[in-house]
T-cell receptor, first 116, second 113 residues
Framework: QKEVEQDPGPLSVPEGAIVSLNCTYS??????FMWYRQYSRKGPELLMY????GNKEDGRFTAQVDKSSKYISLFIRDSQPSDSATYLC????????????????FGTGTKLQVIP | DGGITQSPKYLFRKEGQNVTLSCEQN?????MYWYRQDPGQGLRLIYY???????QKGDIAEGYSVSREKKESFPLTVTSAQKNPTAFYLC????????????FGPGTRLTVT
C-alpha cells in the first residue's frame, strides 16, 4: 500500500463548478500538508500548505485536513479553464532540527480539466 | 526575481552517454533536491543536499551523481549506469529550519535513445 493515495482522474468539470480533489494517507506521522498545481511540462507550483486539521482558505481555493481520517482535500470554487492542470498532494512529518531531513511524500496527481 | 532555474528545458542524448542537468537557485535556500517524475508515478527523490559539500542518496539514487560545491548550485549527472533515464527531472529547494515548503524549478525533459 502506498503511503499517499490520490485518484489520477482525469476529472472533467464544466466552468464554474466546484471541484473537490482528495488524497488519503496511511502514515500518522504526517503533520504538514501541501497542494501543488502542475501545468503540462512545467514544474509544480505550490498552491497551499497547512499544518493543522480544519480548513484553510485562499481566494477560490480551500484546503481541508482531517487527521483523524487521514484524509485531505482541495476545493476549487468557480473553476476556470485556467485551472486545468494536474494537482499533486504532498505531505511530510515536520522536522525542524539542525541536520534533520524532511522527506516529502507526493501523491501521483489528479488531472483536472475545466471545460468552457 | 528569486527562483529556481533548470537548464536545458529539453535534452536529448544517446544511450551510453553521461549527461549533466543544471539547477541554480537565488532564494538563498539551504536545502536542494532532485526528483524524477514518470507518468502515473509520484515524484521520486533521487538526491538531496542540506548544506554545501554534503549530499545524501534518496530513494532512487542508482545511476545518478550530484555535487554541491556552491549553495546556489546542485547539478545532477545521469550516468550510463541508469537503466531507464528518459524522464522529467525536477529540482527543488527549501529554506531549512524556517519552512517546510519545497519550491520547484521548471524541469528538464531528458530523452535517451
Amino acid at each position: 500500500q502506498k503511503e499517499v493515495e490520490q485518484d489520477p482522474g482525469p476529472l472533467s468539470v464544466p466552468e464554474g463548478a466546484i471541484v473537490s480533489l482528495n488524497c488519503t494517507y496511511s502514515n500518522s506521522a504526517f503533520q504538514y500538508f501541501m497542494w501543488y498545481r502542475q501545468y503540462s511540462r512545467k514544474g509544480p507550483e505550490l498552491l497551499m500548505y497547512t499544518y493543522s486539521s480544519g480548513n484553510k482558505e485562499d481566494g477560490r481555493f480551500t484546503a481541508q485536513v482531517d487527521k483523524s481520517s487521514k484524509y485531505i482535500s482541495l476545493f476549487i470554487r468557480d473553476s476556470q479553464p485556467s485551472d486545468s492542470a494536474t494537482y499533486l498532494c504532498a505531505m511530510s512529518a515536520k522536522v525542524r532540527i539542525a541536520g534533520g531531513y524532511q522527506k516529502v511524500t507526493f501523491g501521483t496527481g489528479t488531472k483536472l480539466q475545466v471545460i468552457p | 526575481d528569486g527562483g529556481i532555474t533548470q537548464s536545458p528545458k529539453y535534452l536529448f542524448r544517446k544511450e551510453g552517454q553521461n549527461v549533466t542537468l543544471s539547477c541554480e537557485q537565488n532564494l538563498n535556500h539551504d536545502a536542494m533536491y532532485w526528483y524524477r517524475q514518470d507518468p502515473g508515478q509520484g515524484l521520486r527523490l533521487i538526491y538531496y543536499s542540506q548544506i554545501v559539500n554534503d549530499f545524501q542518496k534518496g530513494d532512487i539514487a542508482e545511476g545518478y551523481s550530484v555535487s554541491r560545491e556552491k549553495k546556489e548550485s546542485f547539478p545532477l549527472t545521469v550516468t550510463s549506469a541508469q537503466k531507464n533515464p528518459t524522464a522529467f527531472y525536477l529540482c527543488a529547494s527549501r529554506q531549512e529550519l524556517v519552512s517546510d515548503e519545497q519550491y520547484f524549478g521548471p524541469g528538464t525533459r531528458l530523452t535517451v535513445t
